[in-house]
């Protein structure tokens, strides 16, 4: 197989463009098999390539002059900022030039720019975006919808999980991975119209179906997938975000207390670096949209160059296993 090209979107994100040259040159070091075209404001990114030696045949540079910022409106912004680095790297994925897109910048634009500049799989009736969320089990909860689709019939979370699955199985290596429908408790009686009717779907589905699963059980690790609407999903997602956050703090400031603290912390270095270390999973950064023709990932508004990294190696696994057919095939 010929390298892998991987566009990534250089003017997206908090910590753009620095972290995401860093995190692209650290893949093309790591990875032997791919070639990165870095998509943004060409002097901007000249200045941060000068930093770096590297093999100059495996990273391109396509100039973009517009950069789209999170406070616009995405379908007003896809319209207007024609050369905007996230719309001209979708492009390059569209007409073959690259096999996947890369962006931390405004998770609706994106969106919006991918399903019509891309396109959805046949049958696809909405894409969605699926986040791994790390449990006690040292893995993770693949979580989807965690950010597409806020309004969601039945049958699109159906396809959810039936793209999860695939995901998880080709990429991760779960084999036939358990699916779990997100609700207010483990009944099959429990939650809204939505939840039963699409319980009902999921019995029916090619999925290995668990059935409901309470959202105090994700860190548990009882489920592979965890399938929701996107109100839903994203309100988990962000709250496990601040709430890991805070209590590393937490766990910090106690531990500064009073001398007798900071000894015992001293001694227990190295389980507190462990236990960072379990909170960061950087390793399968960025979350993609499953369901369009092509591969498109979401990294996070602040990521550095480990997670740009870790969403470069999780789209050059994607593209290896050849997840759109598989998808197609499972649908």
Not at 83 to 97: F, I, M, P
Not at 269 to 288: H, L, M, N, Q
Request: aromatic content about 6%; some cysteine.
């Amino acid at each position: 197989m010929s390298d892998i090209k991987i566009a990534v979107d250089v003017m997206g994100g908090d910590n753009a463009p620095e972290e995401i040259v860093k995190g692209s040159i650290i893949s093309i070091e790591e990875m032997n098999d791919i070639k990165i075209i870095l998509v943004g404001k060409e002097d901007a990114i000249r200045e941060e390539l000068k930093k770096y030696k590297y093999d100059e045949s495996r990273i391109e540079i396509h100039n973009a002059s517009e950069v789209i910022a999170t406070d616009e409106v995405p379908t007003v912004a896809i319209k207007k900022k024609k050369d905007s680095s996230l719309v001209v790297g979708l492009k390059l994925v569209k007409e073959g030039s690259a096999q996947a897109f890369i962006s931390a910048g405004n998770t609706g634009a994106l969106l919006t720019g991918a399903t019509i500049t891309i396109g959805r799989i046949k049958g696809i009736e909405r894409p969605a975006l699926g986040t791994m969320i790390p449990h006690e089990n040292g893995g993770a909860t693949f979580i989807i919808d965690s950010g597409a689709n806020v309004d969601a019939k039945p049958n699109y979370l159906v396809q959810f999980a039936q793209m999860g699955s695939v995901y998880m199985e080709n990429v991760i290596g779960i084999k036939e991975p358990k699916v779990g429908l997100i609700n207010i408790g483990a009944e099959k009686e429990k939650g809204n119209a939505l939840t039963k009717e699409t319980y009902e779907l999921l019995e029916q589905s090619n999925v290995n179906f668990t059935g409901n699963v309470e959202a105090r059980d994700i860190s548990k690790g009882v489920v592979d997938i965890a399938v929701c609407d996107a109100f839903v999903g994203n309100v988990i997602l962000k709250y496990s975000e601040g709430f890991s956050k805070s209590l590393l703090k937490i766990i910090k400031k106690e531990l500064m207390g009073d001398i007798f603290s900071k000894m015992g912390a001293l001694l227990a270095t190295g389980a507190f670096k462990r236990i960072k270390e379990f909170f960061d999973y950087s390793d399968v950064a960025g979350a993609p949209f499953l369901g369009l023709k092509a591969l498109v990932v979401k990294a996070h508004g602040n990521s550095v160059a480990k997670d740009v990294r870790g969403a470069i190696k999780q789209s050059r696994l994607f593209v290896k296993a050849d997840i759109v057919s598989k998808i197609e095939n499972k649908l």
